[in-house]
């Protein structure tokens, strides 16, 4: 009975009261406009180049790390401890591993990051602060699409950039998490687990819009300061949009 009322409820694309639902709703047209972003679209073409990816690296190095000190910070809060899975999620080892491998053992000095990205960190600071269930909606936007769509990404950044091995890949790969699908089951009952007013739910669902909204920023910062070297380069004989180029972006 259950699944002919869900199957019913799928057909005609009506939202069930279920946070999930709720939210996937709510940012559908964002995740549009996300994965139209310019950088996102050179993905989806394999044309992804070397110079764009370790960009977005320091940008996810950044993202990440206030993310998951927020998290981390407020783990018994009792909106957060229910989607709380370090050991299976947490990605700024991974993501650490993959710049010490583009970049070097300085890859610390090396980590540039354009406005955005700031604007992305502090919201994210400031919620863990003062509105530690909002991180739900942060969470759920960046961990959610890591395991959906970055799963092909994954493939297409080994295949665009020649990587012959793992390595330099590690954001992409969850080895605490042995199916990607039922995973992201479980992840969406505890986040329909979690008790909000009225008000907080719809704070949850605002914020996760505008998870997205940052995200595309950042995309869209990031293209503008490639385009930037990009220029500059070429202008001294070179282009940063080589493969392999050893530029430090
Ligand atoms: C889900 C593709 C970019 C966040 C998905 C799904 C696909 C996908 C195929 C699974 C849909 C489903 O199960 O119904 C892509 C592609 C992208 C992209 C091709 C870009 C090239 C992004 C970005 C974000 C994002 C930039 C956010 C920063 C999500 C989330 C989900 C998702 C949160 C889970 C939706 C849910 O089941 O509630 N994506 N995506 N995606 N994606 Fe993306």
């Given at each position: 009975?259950?699944?002919?009322?869900?199957?019913?409820?799928?057909?005609s694309?009506?939202?069930?009261?279920?946070?999930?639902?709720?939210?996937?709703?709510?940012?559908?047209?964002?995740?549009?406009?996300?994965?139209?972003?310019?950088?996102?679209?050179?993905?989806?073409?394999?044309?992804?180049?070397?110079?764009?990816?370790k960009?977005?690296?320091?940008?996810?190095?950044?993202?990440?790390?206030?993310?998951?000190?927020?998290?981390?910070r407020?783990?018994?809060?009792p909106?957060?401890?229910?989607?709380?899975?370090?050991?299976?999620?947490?990605?700024?080892?991974?993501?650490?591993?993959?710049l010490?491998?583009?970049?070097?053992?300085?890859?610390?000095?090396?980590?540039?990051?354009?406005?955005?990205?700031?604007?992305?960190?502090?919201?994210?600071r400031?919620?863990?602060?003062?509105k530690?269930?909002?991180?739900v909606?942060?969470?759920?936007?960046?961990?959610l699409?890591?395991?959906?769509?970055?799963?092909?990404?994954?493939?297409?950044?080994?295949?665009?950039?020649?990587?012959?091995?793992?390595?330099?890949?590690?954001?992409?790969?969850?080895?605490?998490?042995?199916?990607?699908?039922?995973?992201?089951?479980?992840?969406?009952?505890?986040?329909?687990?979690?008790?909000?007013t009225?008000?907080?739910?719809?704070a949850?669902?605002?914020?996760?819009?505008?998870?997205?909204?940052?995200?595309?920023?950042?995309?869209?910062?990031?293209?503008?300061?490639?385009?930037?070297?990009?220029?500059?380069?070429?202008?001294?004989?070179?282009?940063?949009?080589?493969?392999?180029?050893?530029?430090?972006?």
């Amino acid at each position: 009975m259950e699944t002919l009322k869900s199957a019913r409820k799928e057909d005609s694309g009506e939202t069930g009261s279920d946070l999930s639902e709720q939210i996937k709703a709510a940012t559908k047209e964002n995740h549009v406009r996300a994965e139209n972003t310019q950088l996102m679209l050179s993905y989806q073409k394999g044309q992804i180049t070397l110079p764009q990816y370790k960009v977005l690296l320091c940008s996810l190095y950044e993202i990440y790390k206030a993310l998951e000190e927020e998290l981390d910070r407020n783990s018994s809060h009792p909106a957060v401890a229910p989607i709380y899975f370090p050991q299976e999620l947490a990605r700024l080892e991974s993501i650490e591993r993959d710049l010490e491998y583009f970049f070097g053992p300085n890859w610390r000095n090396q980590v540039i990051v354009p406005a955005a990205t700031h604007r992305y960190e502090q919201r994210l600071r400031k919620i863990g602060k003062e509105k530690p269930e909002l991180l739900v909606s942060h969470a759920y936007t960046r961990y959610l699409g890591d395991l959906s769509g970055g799963q092909v990404l994954g493939k297409i950044t080994q295949k665009s950039l020649g990587l012959s091995s793992k390595e330099g890949l590690s954001f992409f790969s969850f080895p605490g998490v042995s199916s990607p699908n039922r995973f992201k089951q479980l992840y969406r009952s505890r986040m329909n687990s979690v008790e909000l007013t009225e008000e907080a739910r719809a704070a949850v669902l605002e914020e996760a819009v505008a998870a997205f909204e940052l995200n595309i920023q950042v995309f869209d910062d990031l293209q503008k300061m490639l385009s930037i070297t990009s220029e500059t380069d070429q202008s001294n004989g070179h282009s940063a949009n080589t493969r392999f180029s050893g530029y430090p972006i």
